[in-house]
Protein backbone atom coordinates (compact mmCIF):
# COMPACT_ATOMS: atom_id res chain seq x y z
CA UNK A 1 0.00 0.00 0.00
CA UNK A 2 1.63 3.33 -1.18
CA UNK A 3 -1.08 6.07 -0.02
CA UNK A 4 -0.78 9.15 2.12
CA UNK A 5 -3.10 10.95 4.00
CA UNK A 6 -5.16 13.62 3.03
CA UNK A 7 -5.40 15.45 6.82
CA UNK A 8 -1.63 14.73 7.62
CA UNK A 9 0.11 13.66 5.11
CA UNK A 10 1.55 10.72 6.98
CA UNK A 11 1.41 6.88 4.87
CA UNK A 12 -1.24 4.95 5.83
CA UNK A 13 -0.02 1.21 6.17
CA UNK A 14 -2.95 -0.93 6.01
CA UNK A 15 -6.89 -0.83 4.97
CA UNK A 16 -7.77 -1.04 8.69
CA UNK A 17 -6.55 1.78 9.29
CA UNK A 18 -7.54 3.77 6.02
CA UNK A 19 -11.44 5.90 5.46
CA UNK A 20 -12.64 6.70 2.25
CA UNK A 21 -14.62 10.22 3.00
CA UNK A 22 -16.83 12.34 1.16
CA UNK A 23 -18.49 15.95 2.26
CA UNK A 24 -22.40 14.21 0.71
CA UNK A 25 -23.55 17.84 1.99
CA UNK A 26 -21.79 19.50 -0.03
CA UNK A 27 -22.11 17.50 -3.22
CA UNK A 28 -25.39 17.71 -2.51
CA UNK A 29 -25.14 21.74 -2.67
CA UNK A 30 -23.63 21.22 -6.07
CA UNK A 31 -26.16 19.46 -7.23
CA UNK A 32 -28.56 21.29 -6.35
CA UNK A 33 -26.92 24.90 -7.42
CA UNK A 34 -26.32 23.26 -11.01
CA UNK A 35 -29.79 21.70 -11.85
CA UNK A 36 -31.23 25.19 -11.11
CA UNK A 37 -28.23 26.68 -13.62
CA UNK A 38 -29.73 23.95 -15.82
CA UNK A 39 -32.78 25.46 -15.25
CA UNK A 40 -32.25 28.72 -15.88
CA UNK A 41 -30.30 28.00 -19.26
CA UNK A 42 -33.82 25.98 -20.35
CA UNK A 43 -36.16 28.90 -19.32
CA UNK A 44 -34.02 31.66 -21.46
CA UNK A 45 -33.48 29.15 -24.04
CA UNK A 46 -37.59 28.24 -24.57
CA UNK A 47 -37.76 32.37 -24.66
CA UNK A 48 -35.26 32.67 -27.05
CA UNK A 49 -37.05 30.17 -29.21
CA UNK A 50 -40.45 31.90 -28.63
CA UNK A 51 -38.92 35.06 -29.61
CA UNK A 52 -37.70 33.44 -32.93
CA UNK A 53 -33.76 34.68 -31.43
CA UNK A 54 -32.30 31.35 -32.66
CA UNK A 55 -28.07 32.86 -31.58
CA UNK A 56 -29.83 32.75 -28.34
CA UNK A 57 -31.22 29.74 -27.83
CA UNK A 58 -28.17 28.28 -29.53
CA UNK A 59 -26.18 30.01 -26.87
CA UNK A 60 -28.32 27.71 -23.90
CA UNK A 61 -27.97 24.87 -25.65
CA UNK A 62 -24.15 24.44 -26.18
CA UNK A 63 -22.54 25.36 -23.35
CA UNK A 64 -19.18 26.53 -22.99
CA UNK A 65 -16.51 25.41 -21.34
CA UNK A 66 -16.41 28.61 -18.80
CA UNK A 67 -19.88 27.27 -18.09
CA UNK A 68 -19.16 23.76 -17.31
CA UNK A 69 -17.13 24.62 -14.43
CA UNK A 70 -20.31 25.35 -12.70
CA UNK A 71 -19.82 21.45 -12.44
CA UNK A 72 -18.42 21.30 -8.84
CA UNK A 73 -17.25 17.88 -7.84
CA UNK A 74 -17.00 16.93 -4.44
CA UNK A 75 -13.51 14.94 -3.67
CA UNK A 76 -13.19 11.93 -1.46
CA UNK A 77 -10.27 11.59 0.83
CA UNK A 78 -7.94 8.97 1.82
CA UNK A 79 -7.47 9.37 5.51
CA UNK A 80 -6.62 7.71 8.52
CA UNK A 81 -9.26 6.45 10.87
CA UNK A 82 -8.26 8.36 13.53
CA UNK A 83 -7.80 11.60 11.20
CA UNK A 84 -11.78 11.79 10.57
CA UNK A 85 -14.04 13.32 13.24
CA UNK A 86 -16.75 11.84 14.93
CA UNK A 87 -18.98 14.79 13.35
CA UNK A 88 -17.54 14.15 10.27
CA UNK A 89 -18.34 10.35 10.67
CA UNK A 90 -21.94 11.45 11.86
CA UNK A 91 -22.50 13.95 8.45
CA UNK A 92 -20.52 12.62 6.00
CA UNK A 93 -20.28 9.60 3.71
CA UNK A 94 -17.13 7.82 5.39
CA UNK A 95 -16.60 4.24 4.18
CA UNK A 96 -13.98 1.99 6.44
CA UNK A 97 -10.89 0.51 4.21
CA UNK A 98 -11.42 -2.94 4.67
CA UNK A 99 -14.86 -2.52 3.43
CA UNK A 100 -12.95 -1.33 -0.07
CA UNK A 101 -10.06 -2.93 -0.30
CA UNK A 102 -10.54 -4.75 -3.45
CA UNK A 103 -11.30 -3.89 -6.80
CA UNK A 104 -14.18 -6.23 -6.47
CA UNK A 105 -15.49 -4.43 -3.34
CA UNK A 106 -15.10 -1.02 -4.90
CA UNK A 107 -17.29 -1.98 -7.71
CA UNK A 108 -20.15 -3.10 -5.32
CA UNK A 109 -19.57 0.31 -3.74
CA UNK A 110 -19.80 2.49 -7.03
CA UNK A 111 -22.96 0.35 -8.18
CA UNK A 112 -24.08 1.17 -4.23
CA UNK A 113 -23.20 4.94 -4.37
CA UNK A 114 -24.74 5.75 -7.80
CA UNK A 115 -28.02 5.32 -6.18
CA UNK A 116 -27.28 8.57 -4.18
CA UNK A 117 -28.49 11.76 -5.85
CA UNK A 118 -25.63 13.74 -5.18
CA UNK A 119 -22.64 10.86 -6.29
CA UNK A 120 -22.27 12.29 -9.60
CA UNK A 121 -21.44 15.62 -8.16
CA UNK A 122 -18.00 13.78 -6.80
CA UNK A 123 -15.08 12.21 -7.92
CA UNK A 124 -15.04 9.20 -7.33
CA UNK A 125 -13.32 8.77 -10.25
CA UNK A 126 -10.31 10.04 -8.57
CA UNK A 127 -10.50 8.71 -5.42
CA UNK A 128 -10.62 5.03 -7.06
CA UNK A 129 -7.00 6.33 -9.41
CA UNK A 130 -5.67 6.47 -5.98
CA UNK A 131 -6.29 3.36 -4.02
CA UNK A 132 -5.85 0.78 -7.30
CA UNK A 133 -3.52 3.25 -9.38
CA UNK A 134 -6.20 2.32 -12.03
CA UNK A 135 -4.63 3.67 -15.56
CA UNK A 136 -6.18 7.04 -17.50
CA UNK A 137 -8.49 6.00 -20.00
Known amino acids: MNLTCDR ?3 PIRSWREL ?3 CDSGKAQQSRQEFEAWERKR ?4 EDAL ?7 W ?3 VVYPLSELTRLKL ?4 VVHLDCITDEEWEWGYPIEGRRINTVRKALVWTLH ?3 KVWFDFTDW ?13
Do not use: S, Y
Open 125 to 137: RGVMHKLFGIPEV
Open 8 to 10: CGQ
Open 74 to 77: EPWL
Open 58 to 60: LKT
Open 50 to 56: ANGDMDA
Open 113 to 115: LQE
Open 42 to 45: TREG
Open 19 to 21: VVW
